[in-house]
């Protein structure tokens, strides 16, 4: 498989919102499930969720409760996206997707006060 490239990340105001996208190639969000995790500065790496090549979303409990993490996929452009809604000071990380055992580099979202 191809690598996979984060884009999206930046500065912004809490309160604020972000999309995330990460970019496969070849059909590899077809035939795999891809995840979106997160490490932020000192701590272990956080996973946020996936999506199945038929666009089911899982979340872990903990942050499916707050409703601002939304997955999504668009397999044409080989690209899923990660979109984080009111977003915290304790959501500055950097944010990194994974696909078929392969990782991209990650992307940083710092949010500010």
């Known amino acids: 498989q191809g690598p996979l490239v984060e884009s999206g990340g930046g500065l912004v105001q809490a309160g604020g919102s972000l999309r995330l996208s990460c970019a496969g190639s070849?059909?590899?969000?077809?035939?795999?499930?891809m995840g979106w995790y997160r490490r932020a500065a000192g701590k272990s790496r956080e996973w946020i969720g996936n999506?199945?090549?038929?666009?089911?979303?899982?979340?872990p409990d903990a942050l499916r409760g707050t409703g601002r993490f939304t997955i999504s996929q668009d397999n044409a452009l080989n690209t899923a996206y990660l979109e984080i809604d009111n977003l915290k000071v304790d959501d500055t990380a950097v944010y990194l997707c994974?696909?078929?055992?392969?990782w991209g580099k990650g992307t940083l979202v710092t949010v500010s006060s």
């Open positions: 994974t696909a078929a055992g392969v």
């Open positions: 070849g059909n590899i969000f077809k035939v795999h499930t």
């Open positions: 999506i199945s090549p038929t666009g089911e979303t899982h979340y």
